[in-house]
């Protein structure tokens, strides 16, 4: 079974992502063709942490822990310690790529999160931790 999940990607954080990228890169070069370098590392980090949770954004299930895992920044949730999963629908920051997200809400917090494969990550979940209260209408089936 495979235990990581990408995040699913819609339209609108495609288009969002790939604008910010472009703008970035222009700014590097207008900045390198004027001289004025000044804030080029500003722009070169940006850059590099956008592409970065672009690529690595995905959720793995391993050793009864969800690992949520976007660019540099990592979360580490035990399943056991998850109450409820729900749909949520939201443009808030996030380890997700689209704005079809599922709340996973657990004692110390809750986390957003886009599973491509939707309906075999929950029910790996579900068969970990059986408590899990999950109200995700309408899931996307798996491909």
Do not use: C
Request: aromatic share 10%; charged share 20%.
């Amino acid at each position: 079974m495979n235990n990581r999940y990408k995040s699913d990607k819609d339209v609108f954080f495609f288009t969002l992502n790939w604008a910010t990228i472009v703008v970035l890169l222009i700014l590097v070069w207008m900045a390198l063709t004027t001289g004025s370098v000044l804030f080029i590392p500003v722009w070169l980090i940006i850059l590099m942490f956008v592409v970065s949770t672009w690529f690595v954004t995905n959720y793995e299930i391993q050793n009864n822990h969800l690992r949520v895992r976007s660019g540099i920044l990592n979360w580490n949730i035990p399943i056991d310690k998850i109450e409820r999963i729900g749909r949520k629908r939201s443009m808030n920051s996030g380890p997700a790529h689209s704005r079809d997200r599922l709340e996973i809400v657990y004692s110390g917090g809750s986390i957003l999160i886009s599973p491509e494969r939707e309906e075999q990550f929950l029910k790996q979940l579900k068969s970990i931790n059986r408590k899990i209260v999950v109200d995700v209408p309408n899931v996307k089936k798996d491909a």
